[in-house]
């Protein structure tokens, strides 16, 4: 299909002045090697600051990097951060929580993976962070530049860039011949502000069948620490054929491993449960050390019926909206818009998305109601302005980054409708009317479905434009598998 028209951005582009975006509260283990880019929008260059910054972490306020080491004490450190340029000045709060607990919102970056599968080297993820600031993907609080997998070498491969000894003489874990320094690897993208994540199996090999880490978990994850990684997906694949039985216990025994093993690393390491959902992974995710566990199969594989495949995984992982909160999050896979590879035919180029502009801010409006990871896996080199403006609007990644850290529930659903609706800490509720039809529809939830009282101020999130005040439901006219994705402010 043809590229959406300029008349289908709804995200207004920021002004020239500053605007402070991403998380109002970051978690951090007391200690451990700190790392955050300030995400800010505005004309360049701008001068930051951040008062009372605790000891030991340091601002460049050139770059709104800051870097250092977190206090040992246990504390939360309220920090207000300001941004300035010739057009105004921007001041947020900004809470560090020094303590157990990572990720107390869902980590927002990019995954190769649906792109690029086997076909990644040390040079596509040095372009890919360079895409992330050039975009202005990280002034919107886009963070983790991801490998998945294809990165280790490959047994019986006769690819020379592949084939050779798959660990070292002390049993350590060798990438392939594409990247010859992970370490300074992960220091040109931590030298942007951006973290780096890895991938890896529990099982002798991975999906792809590349080196696993079975009976090498220790080794590796703390080289994987040693080249400076800040995520690790973890994801079954060949340990199916390890597991002894389909019980609970089995499927638990990898990833607790794993957890206690990250937890004891001098280095912050959030960690993704990558099993499909098996044994309502929602249900103890978060208790082996998981920050976040995929709910379902792979979305690059959901087959599209009436709906297109990303409704199905949406609808499913909605369910289990009872289980998520801060450090803990369900995670329905990647956002696959712009230009995309095909999970069915690794070889082919990637291609535009076929997917409508209305179901992209469906996609997009749904993962960020159910506080999903957001994690961006098409093409960076080819980010048209329709996808940035998918992937780039603050109020709707606001609603996702909320410290409360809720997921919305489901208020209604049938054939033709859902109904999201997420609390907020200010008291707002961000509620999400998905026309599920094929054909557009005028659609509503009443205050006694949403649980709310009173008179509240509508806001489009979308369009960032106030709508008026209602005062006993929301309605709006929306298209075909389209979304009114507004917030009710009290």
Same mark, same amino acid.
């Given at each position: ?66 870097t250092g080491t977190a206090p040992k004490k246990r504390r939360e450190y309220d920090v207000t951060l300001r941004a300035a340029n010739p057009h105004g000045v921007a001041e947020r709060k900004f809470k560090i929580v020094v303590g157990d607990t990572l990720a107390l919102t869902p980590p927002m970056g990019w995954n190769h993976w649906y792109t690029h599968y086997d076909r990644i080297s040390d040079q596509l993820f040095r372009d890919a962070a360079d895409a992330m600031i050039a975009s ?164 690059? !594989?959901? /087959?599209?019926? %009436? ?7 949406? #609808?499913?992982? @909605? &369910? ?83 410290? !409360?850290? /809720?997921?919305? %529930? ?7 409708? #859902?109904?999201? @609706? &997420? ?36 806001r489009d999130v979308w369009r960032q434009k106030d709508l008026g005040v209602v005062g006993s439901q929301v309605s709006s006219k929306i298209a075909r598998h389209g979304v009114s994705f507004v917030r009710l402010i009290r």
């Open positions: 299909m043809s590229g959406p028209a300029q008349g289908q951005i709804l995200t207004p582009k920021p002004g020239p002045a500053p605007r402070i975006n991403g998380p109002a509260v970051y978690g951090v283990r007391p200690g451990h090697p700190f790392l955050y880019r300030i995400p800010c929008t505005g004309q360049r260059p701008i001068r930051f600051d951040a008062r009372r910054l605790p000891s030991g972490l340091t601002l460049d306020r050139d770059t709104g990097i800051i202005g993907m990280a002034d919107f609080g886009y963070q983790y530049v991801n490998m998945d997998d294809c990165w280790m070498m490959k047994p019986g491969s006769n690819d020379p860039t592949l084939s050779g000894p798959a660990r070292d003489a002390s049993g350590a874990i060798l990438p392939n011949k594409r990247f010859p320094d992970l370490k300074g690897l992960t220091e040109y993208i931590h030298g942007k502000g951006l973290k780096a994540g890895l991938y890896t199996s529990p099982g002798p090999l991975t999906c792809a069948r590349y080196e696993g880490s079975y009976q090498h978990e220790e080794i590796d994850a703390r080289k994987f620490a040693e080249w400076g990684f800040d995520f690790l997906k973890h994801d079954w694949c060949s340990y199916g054929k390890i597991a002894a039985n389909q019980s609970l216990e089995e499927r638990q025994k990898p990833y607790i491993k794993m957890g206690a093993i990250l937890k004891s690393l001098d280095r912050d390491m959030v960690f993704n449960l990558c099993q499909y959902g098996m044994g309502d992974v929602w249900k103890w995710g978060g208790e082996v050390g998981g920050h976040a566990w995929r709910t379902t199969g792979d979305l690059g !594989l959901a /087959k599209d019926t %009436r709906l297109p495949g990303f409704f199905h995984i949406g #609808l499913a992982n @909605a &369910k289990h909206w009872e289980y998520a909160g801060p450090g803990r999050w369900n995670d329905p896979d990647y956002i696959l818009i712009g230009y995309i590879g095909n999970a069915r035919r690794q070889g082919e180029p990637p291609k535009q998305a076929a997917l409508t502009p209305d179901e992209q801010y469906s996609y997009m409006s749904m993962w960020s109601l159910m506080a999903a990871p957001l994690f961006y896996s098409g093409d960076m080199s080819r980010l048209d302005e329709f996808t940035l403006n998918v992937l780039c609007n603050a109020e709707v990644i606001g609603v996702n980054q909320d410290p !409360l850290g /809720k997921q919305a %529930r489901i208020v209604r659903q049938s054939e033709e409708e #859902l109904v999201l @609706a &997420k609390p907020m800490r200010d008291g707002s509720l961000a509620v999400g009317l998905f026309n599920l039809g094929e054909s557009e529809r005028e659609m509503s939830a009443t205050w006694r479905e949403l649980g709310v009282t009173g008179r509240r101020r509508s």
